[in-house]
């Protein structure tokens, strides 16, 4: 009888044995990968920095999908565009979920991150109301205007300021999105939003690197343990979460004063606020909406033109052939605009390949499986994080053969827009993942390309781009383009600092860029700067 009895509790302490010795080890069916240890799985692998590069070097070893257990749940990663394809657009009802992140989503926060909400009827809601204010025609024919003004003054800024260029370049993202959401533009960068938001840019660099937290979401019992013995990471996500909540709340609060003293204005948070009511928002809520897509529409930019600068330092017979096809098309009397886009194939194909070459986001941002799914013999469970290896796949040789080059002609016959290839079903032809797959395509891919273009455009136009002389050799300063080197630790691809000579044309493109500056400053600018209340 004694045994009898002790038999369900054996049962039941093998059982927890056995699951136990489970965690960590690949299911039945599951892509390949690295192999695992009890508990951990493959997160003793998995690199502090720069995981892109690990993770493309096991693409070769076991695929263009495999698995990588971490603790008790599974990642994929897809360096595959057939796969890519398949799972993430045209499954992407069930590929659309974001990864469990108290750190993102909750501590920092407080669950209204849209880019971190899952595929729900309010996420998809609030995804409805920024890209109806981001839509190619609106771009076309609103926001082209700010475009044009904006890279004006970006040349007017390189003119007086070359050495300041890096600076230059983020505020000219800065002030496009600004003046799109807020109605408010960045007229130099010591403005307080622009200060404030490159200081949420590092923080929330940081903070999300892997390591930078302990996994809590893979093991919640980490959560018991005293924030002292783990870094302190409750304590650093709070300094996050009251820069966010200081800078977009100042924000909004600008427009609100705005609105009662000289009524709405055309820009998105007026529009949101409008419509507060009608959809069940809070003003968090709309805080964090508009300023989710303040930061996502001005650090990208201005990583990716920075990165594109290196290659115009390093590149000077690319550089030479795209001005000579810009002067082909207009001269010296006039700056190219967005209407000569067409006439510039070349130009173009720069612009996908500054996209390509150094990705901002190498990983992208990863999805999360809200069901089982069974691809190419493959099980992946429900919750499976997926990633896509951009990266990887901008690095492969039998597309872009020399991949490190940086080549225009990689792209040569291909000068559709990113949005047009993103959305084909020729997933052979697609240009670059720089704007993610299916449901959660970035909603500014249409002003991101013209952002680039017009910054590209412009730049080539008016000025030579060209190493630094070393005082004291004498010889010119070329910046390290290794992406093990030469770029900035972390998740995110941004070069190190570099020097660079910037020099003007000629002289009638200085005397045309100060003419068009000064209409700009006298006709367009005072619409957006009749705001100047930003002080938490």
């Known amino acids: 009888m004694g045994l009898l009895m002790l038999a369900p509790v054996i049962l039941t302490v093998g059982f927890l044995i056995y699951s136990i010795a489970r965690i960590g080890r690949r299911g039945r069916n599951f892509p390949d990968g690295p192999p695992t240890l009890p508990i951990v799985g493959n997160l003793h692998q998995m690199p502090l920095n720069k995981p892109y590069l690990q993770f493309t070097e096991w693409a070769k070893q076991y695929g263009g999908m495999y698995s990588l257990k971490l603790g008790p749940g599974t990642a994929v990663v897809l360096t595959d565009r057939r796969i890519i394809k398949e799972l993430m657009d045209k499954k992407a009802s069930a590929s659309s979920n974001r990864p469990v992140s108290l750190v993102t989503q909750h501590l920092i926060t407080e669950g209204d991150h849209m880019l971190m909400m899952d595929n729900s009827p309010r996420w998809r809601m609030m995804r409805r109301l920024i890209h109806q204010d981001l839509t190619e025609s609106l771009c076309d024919r609103e926001h082209s205007k700010i475009h044009q003004a904006e890279s004006v003054q970006l040349l007017y800024d390189v003119l007086y300021s070359s050495d300041e260029w890096v600076q230059h370049l983020k505020r000219f993202s800065n002030s496009i999105i600004m003046s799109i959401v807020y109605g408010i533009r960045s007229p130099s960068t010591d403005a307080p939003w622009t200060k404030g938001l490159n200081d949420i840019v590092e923080l929330w660099a940081r903070i999300t690197e892997f390591g930078a937290t302990p996994p809590v979401d893979l093991f919640p019992f980490l959560k018991l343990v005293p924030q002292r013995f783990l870094g302190n990471w409750v304590s650093r996500s709070k300094t996050v979460h009251d820069k966010v909540h200081a800078l977009y709340g100042g924000l909004l609060e600008s427009v609100k004063e705005r609105r009662r003293t000289t009524g709405p204005v055309d820009c998105i948070a007026d529009r949101l606020l409008e419509q507060e009511e009608k959809h069940g928002l809070s003003d968090h809520n709309v805080m964090l909406l508009a300023g989710v897509t303040l930061k996502g529409g001005s650090d990208t930019s ?235």
């Open 302 to 536: 201005a990583s990716t033109l920075t990165s594109w600068m290196q290659a115009m330092v390093l590149y000077p017979e690319v550089q030479k052939k795209a001005q000579a096809e810009i002067d082909a098309v207009v001269g010296d009397k006039r700056i190219p605009t967005w209407s000569d886009y067409k006439d510039m194939p070349y130009l173009a194909t720069m612009v996908k390949e500054a996209m390509r070459w150094r990705p901002t986001a190498p990983l992208g941002f990863p999805h999360a499986l809200s069901e089982d799914q069974w691809i190419d013999g493959k099980f992946l469970p429900k919750g499976t994080v997926l990633f896509v290896n951009v990266y990887g796949l901008h690095q492969d040789e039998t597309k872009f053969p020399n991949p490190n080059t940086f080549d225009p002609d990689h792209y040569k016959g291909r000068t559709l827009l990113a949005a047009e290839y993103a959305n084909s079903a020729d997933y052979e032809n697609r240009d670059h993942y720089g704007f993610g797959n299916g449901r959660r395509l970035c909603p500014g891919i249409h002003l991101a390309d013209r952002n680039l273009w017009h910054a590209i455009a412009k730049l080539l136009w008016a000025f030579n781009i060209e190493p630094k002389l070393d005082t004291e050799t004498n010889k010119p300063i070329l910046p390290d383009s290794s992406v093990e080197t030469g770029y900035r630790e972390g998740l995110t691809m941004c070069p190190y600092d570099f020097p660079a000579k910037i020099t003007v044309r000629s002289d009638s493109r200085r005397q045309l860029i100060l003419k068009e500056y000064a209409d700009a400053k006298a006709d367009f600018f005072p619409k957006y700067e009749k705001v100047a209340l930003f002080e938490r």
